[in-house]
Each structure stands twice: as structure tokens, then as C-alpha cells.
């Protein structure tokens, strides 16, 4: 699994300190289009995403674009559909007691984390935290 450059993983992982206030007085450019929205989770995904863009110098690729607008009636985005077919995949990173976790969605539509593949979210949240939970609610994915 490719891992971010130190740096940048230390300044996505610094956004989980940040309230939404603080987000949008650090990041103004970055949530230039983000207008009212006073939802911490949101933001912080929203410049994690454009602090990867602007490191890769590309946006990502248009159907994970399209799967990050997806709405599946009410149940969040459509992961099966969210690995470009140049192999691009959409990394989910929650950062849970102090430690960075980081799952990969595969071109299968399971996910990867610590180089096992899972058939869930469920059920590598369930191995992080050692209790169930909802893997899309434990990802920041609704």
C-alpha cells in the first residue's frame, strides 16, 4: 500500500485537532466553495482531499469524482464504484486513539488495511476498536 510523504500525512492528520472555525481561518482557499458549512467532519475531508490533489498536482480521477457526488438513497456513496479504471484507488484515513488508520477501497469493491482484505468497513473497524461498529459511520463516510 502507498503511504503519503511524511509531511503531508502529519498535516492531514493535524486537521482531527481543528474545529470548523479554525479550518476555514487555516485553509480559506482550500474551502473557498465550502460557504456555510459548519460541519467539522465535512471540512476536514474536504481539505484532506485538495491537500492530496495539490501534492499530486492532479485532481482525482472523473468516476471517483463522480462516486464522491454518488447517492445511493440515503445510504452514503457508492464504494463499489470508487477506483478509476487507470487503478486509482480512494483511501479512507481515520485517525482512532492517537494512530493513523488507513484503508484502501480495491477495484473488487473490498477494502484493504494492513495488507489483509476485508469484505467491510464493518469489519476493519471492528479490528481497530475491538467492538462493532458501522465501518461508513467509523470512516466519516454518510
Known amino acids: 500500500m502507498e503511504t503519503l510523504p511524511k509531511a503531508l500525512a502529519d498535516e492531514i492528520e493535524c ?25 467539522s467532519g465535512i471540512l476536514r475531508s474536504i481539505v484532506a482531499y485538495r491537500l492530496q490533489e495539490k501534492h499530486y ?15 445511493d438513497g440515503g445510504d452514503g456513496p457508492r464504494l463499489r464504484t470508487a477506483v478509476s479504471g487507470s487503478g486509482a484507488r480512494a483511501r479512507l484515513v481515520r485517525v482512532w486513539k492517537g494512530v493513523r488508520h488507513e484503508a484502501v477501497v480495491r477495484n473488487d469493491g473490498r477494502f484493504e488495511y494492513n495488507g489483509e482484505i476485508f469484505n467491510s468497513l464493518s469489519a476493519i473497524a471492528k479490528v481497530i476498536t475491538g467492538t462493532h461498529w458501522n465501518g ?5 463516510i454518510k
Open 15 to 39: 486537521l482531527e485537532e481543528l474545529d470548523a472555525r479554525a479550518l476555514k481561518r487555516k485553509y480559506p482557499a482550500l474551502l473557498s466553495d465550502a460557504g456555510d458549512c459548519s460541519a
Open 57 to 71: 498536482g492532479r485532481p482525482l480521477a472523473e468516476d471517483a469524482k463522480s462516486w464522491l457526488e454518488a447517492d
Open 136 to 140: 461508513r459511520l467509523f470512516f466519516g
